[in-house]
């Protein structure tokens, strides 16, 4: 019986011979690069539009509405709709954004057509009522698809654009309206990103030619990479190239479309704003075509970590959240910039602890600017909390440990006690594998340091005098539990403590003294619980013990039977 065979696959094929590099832009004294973005753009969202039409399930109108409303919310003043000439569900919703939608008087309506009469027709109908919508009118003009999909030269592509310019705008002229205040026109040379600048610049020009823009009624002239072919320096230089050449460019708004196929949509759109560009249409989180259109989302909030106002409202990111999974049925990544789940949190020990000591110095200067490693931006500033900042697992260290007793629970450990606590978490999240909730570490930290459950020794109780036979020392006489057995020590010291310890010290035969001492209040107020942590040397080491009680006095006893429970516990392990 002769064994089948698996062929065995040889790799990618040649990429030379399959595929080619973009050209350079010649534009030797671009200015771009030493720009920097000083204001917001303005943002137009084409979630109901762009992004509907990339879902698995297009939005019913419920699922239109509610993400409507929030576009609203946020701020946005251009929202394209929809496609209405395209079917009746689009059509019905833009009827519904006009009548029943309480658009704002400061919010213009945008709808998207192809360059088609009987389209443009339909669309006009859609808008009746509408004060100054942007009618969007495109044809795509790359080279590729004047070649494989319309089989027309330059002049007959710029003819369709041409045609559907003289339309609209006549259209436009006979349905303004005192009342409606007239049409605003936006048109995109599709596929801008794929079309020789010379003939994107003529396509464009004769469309401005058309439409005769004035300071009242600038023209939006999108240049939309529909395709991202190239690295965001080209886009940038594109960019530039058209804002110089382009005709009544004082007149001429300069709007960005970018799509992320190559996944640097962000970077791109970032690098055509300093290059001139006047407007960005994306969406919430990037939803759309391919990989997605680019996300206004990340795209403010990169502002405003700059400084810089956004003019979009992202202070409650997780009901932003919430109404994208619920209109797009789809689910923000972990890591997604800003809004996932984890991108506020830090696993790993080192940026644990410097997270936890920029909290406290931020603190500690009392200042408005943001300053804390890791974290470009205050969670709090987009209605996230602090409380996952740090989360535990086996990659964590002290520092992170550290915060989450101090955030949730007013444990500040001293560092040598984070040292200490952190081994025994360690050997917790090494043997488990998973990540340790904060009432977990909690919890851990009261049984090993203050309950002790299965402790040897108790402490209940004691009082001092004076030591008549030692001048400036005191007595004390102090009652504890010995495996459940009431027994009564004394020893002599400077204080409580001092006196304290050597009293269990002669009790258990074991030398022991305090290396280290601290102690802070839990809570406000005068019935306020304290809790004192004692560092002990003892022979064979140095250990910690903690004591929460409303007594100082009697915290710190308790923190010194816990830390000699640990030592007797270190030694009958070692024996």
Same mark, same amino acid.
């Given at each position: 019986?002769?064994?089948k065979?698996h062929?065995?696959?040889?790799?990618?094929?040649?990429?030379?011979?399959?595929?080619?590099?973009y050209?350079?832009?010649d534009?030797s004294?671009?200015?771009w690069?030493?720009k920097?973005i000083?204001k917001?753009?303005?943002?137009?969202?084409?979630d109901?539009?762009?992004g509907n039409?990339?879902?698995?399930?297009p939005?019913?109108?419920?699922?239109k509405?509610r993400m409507?409303q929030?576009?609203?919310d946020?701020?946005?003043?251009?929202?394209e709709?929809g496609?209405?000439?395209?079917?009746q569900?689009d059509?019905?919703f833009?009827r519904?954004?006009?009548?029943?939608g309480n658009v704002?008087?400061?919010?213009?309506l945008q709808?998207l057509?192809q360059?088609?009469p009987?389209?443009?027709t339909?669309?006009?109908e859609?808008?009746?009522g509408?004060?100054r919508p942007i009618i969007? !009118?495109?044809n795509?003009?790359?080279?590729l698809?004047?070649r $494989? =999909?319309?089989?027309?030269?330059v002049?007959?592509?710029k003819? %369709?654009?041409?045609?559907?310019a003289?339309?609209?705008t006549?259209m436009a002229?006979?349905?303004?309206?005192k009342d409606?205040?007239?049409f605003?026109f936006e048109y995109?040379p599709?596929?801008f990103?794929?079309?020789?600048?010379d003939?994107?610049?003529?396509?464009?020009n004769a469309?401005?030619?058309?439409?005769?823009?004035?300071p009242d009624n600038?023209?939006i002239l999108?240049?939309?990479?529909t395709?991202?072919?190239a690295?965001?320096n080209?886009y940038?230089d594109?960019i530039?190239?058209m804002?110089?050449n382009?005709?009544?460019?004082e007149n001429?708004?300069i709007?960005l479309h970018p799509?992320n196929?190559r996944g640097?949509g962000?970077?791109a759109?970032?690098?055509?704003l300093?290059?001139?560009a006047?407007?960005v249409?994306?969406t919430l !989180?990037?939803n759309?075509?391919?990989?997605?259109n680019?996300? $206004? =989302?990340t795209?403010a909030?990169?502002m405003y970590?700059q400084? %810089?106002d956004?003019?979009?409202?992202?202070?409650?990111i997780?009901?932003?959240?919430?109404?994208?999974?619920?209109?797009?049925?789809?689910?923000?990544?972990?890591r997604h910039?800003?809004?996932?789940e984890?991108?506020?949190?830090?696993?790993?020990?080192?940026?644990?602890?410097?997270?936890n000591?920029?909290m406290?110095?931020?603190r500690?200067a009392?200042?408005?600017?943001?300053e804390v490693?890791?974290?470009?931006?205050?969670?709090?500033?987009?209605?996230r909390?602090y409380?996952a900042?740090?989360r535990?697992?086996?990659q964590?260290g002290k520092g992170?440990i550290?915060?989450i007793?101090?955030e949730?629970?007013g444990?500040?450990?001293p560092?040598?006690?984070?040292?200490e606590?952190?081994e025994?978490?360690q050997r917790i999240?090494?043997d488990?594998?998973?990540?340790?909730?904060s009432?977990?570490i909690?919890d851990?930290?009261?049984?090993?340091y203050v309950?002790q459950?299965?402790?040897?020794?108790?402490y209940v109780?004691h009082h001092t005098y004076?030591?008549?036979?030692?001048k400036?020392m005191?007595?004390?006489?102090?009652e504890?539990?010995?495996?459940g057995e009431?027994k009564?020590i004394?020893?002599r010291?400077?204080g409580p403590?001092d006196?304290f310890?050597n009293?269990l010290?002669?009790?258990l035969g074991?030398?022991m003294?305090?290396?280290?001492?601290?102690?802070?209040?839990?809570?406000?107020?005068?019935?306020?619980?304290?809790?004192?942590y004692?560092?002990?040397?003892y022979?064979?080491?140095?250990?910690?013990?903690?004591?929460?009680n409303?007594n100082?006095v009697?915290a710190?006893?308790?923190?010194?039977?816990?830390a000699a429970?640990r030592a007797?516990e270190a030694?009958?392990?070692?024996a």
């Amino acid at each position: 019986m002769i064994a089948k065979t698996h062929s065995v696959k040889q790799g990618m094929p040649d990429a030379s011979q399959k595929y080619r590099a973009y050209p350079q832009i010649d534009i030797s004294d671009r200015t771009w690069p030493s720009k920097t973005i000083t204001k917001a753009p303005i943002w137009c969202s084409v979630d109901l539009r762009d992004g509907n039409q990339s879902l698995v399930n297009p939005m019913g109108h419920d699922r239109k509405a509610r993400m409507f409303q929030l576009l609203l919310d946020m701020g946005f003043k251009e929202i394209e709709i929809g496609f209405p000439s395209a079917s009746q569900t689009d059509f019905d919703f833009a009827r519904w954004c006009v009548e029943e939608g309480n658009v704002p008087a400061d919010v213009s309506l945008q709808v998207l057509v192809q360059c088609r009469p009987e389209l443009i027709t339909r669309t006009f109908e859609a808008l009746e009522g509408a004060k100054r919508p942007i009618i969007h !009118f495109y044809n795509s003009t790359s080279e590729l698809q004047r070649r $494989v =999909v319309f089989a027309k030269d330059v002049p007959g592509i710029k003819q %369709i654009a041409v045609d559907a310019a003289k339309m609209i705008t006549e259209m436009a002229a006979k349905a303004a309206t005192k009342d409606n205040g007239g049409f605003r026109f936006e048109y995109s040379p599709e596929s801008f990103t794929g079309t020789e600048l010379d003939v994107a610049l003529e396509i464009s020009n004769a469309v401005i030619e058309i439409i005769q823009p004035t300071p009242d009624n600038k023209l939006i002239l999108n240049l939309p990479s529909t395709v991202e072919m190239a690295t965001p320096n080209i886009y940038a230089d594109q960019i530039e190239w058209m804002c110089r050449n382009i005709h009544n460019r004082e007149n001429v708004i300069i709007s960005l479309h970018p799509h992320n196929d190559r996944g640097t949509g962000i970077a791109a759109t970032e690098l055509a704003l300093m290059a001139g560009a006047d407007r960005v249409e994306g969406t919430l !989180f990037g939803n759309g075509e391919r990989t997605g259109n680019v996300d $206004v =989302v990340t795209l403010a909030l990169n502002m405003y970590t700059q400084g %810089i106002d956004p003019k979009l409202d992202c202070s409650d990111i997780e009901r932003i959240k919430a109404v994208y999974e619920y209109s797009n049925e789809m689910v923000i990544p972990e890591r997604h910039p800003y809004v996932g789940e984890l991108v506020y949190t830090a696993f790993s020990g080192s940026h644990q602890d410097a997270i936890n000591k920029g909290m406290k110095a931020i603190r500690k200067a009392n200042s408005s600017l943001w300053e804390v490693p890791y974290l470009p931006i205050d969670p709090q500033d987009v209605g996230r909390s602090y409380e996952a900042i740090i989360r535990i697992n086996s990659q964590s260290g002290k520092g992170g440990i550290a915060y989450i007793l101090a955030e949730d629970y007013g444990i500040n450990l001293p560092r040598a006690l984070q040292v200490e606590f952190r081994e025994e978490i360690q050997r917790i999240t090494d043997d488990e594998g998973v990540e340790l909730p904060s009432k977990r570490i909690y919890d851990q930290f009261i049984r090993s340091y203050v309950d002790q459950p299965d402790a040897r020794l108790k402490y209940v109780d004691h009082h001092t005098y004076p030591d008549t036979e030692h001048k400036g020392m005191r007595v004390v006489a102090a009652e504890i539990t010995d495996r459940g057995e009431t027994k009564r020590i004394e020893g002599r010291g400077t204080g409580p403590i001092d006196g304290f310890i050597n009293a269990l010290s002669t009790y258990l035969g074991v030398e022991m003294s305090v290396r280290d001492y601290s102690e802070h209040s839990l809570q406000h107020g005068s019935n306020a619980a304290a809790i004192a942590y004692v560092e002990i040397d003892y022979p064979g080491g140095k250990l910690f013990g903690a004591g929460i009680n409303t007594n100082i006095v009697a915290a710190s006893l308790e923190a010194i039977v816990s830390a000699a429970n640990r030592a007797l516990e270190a030694r009958h392990a070692k024996a």
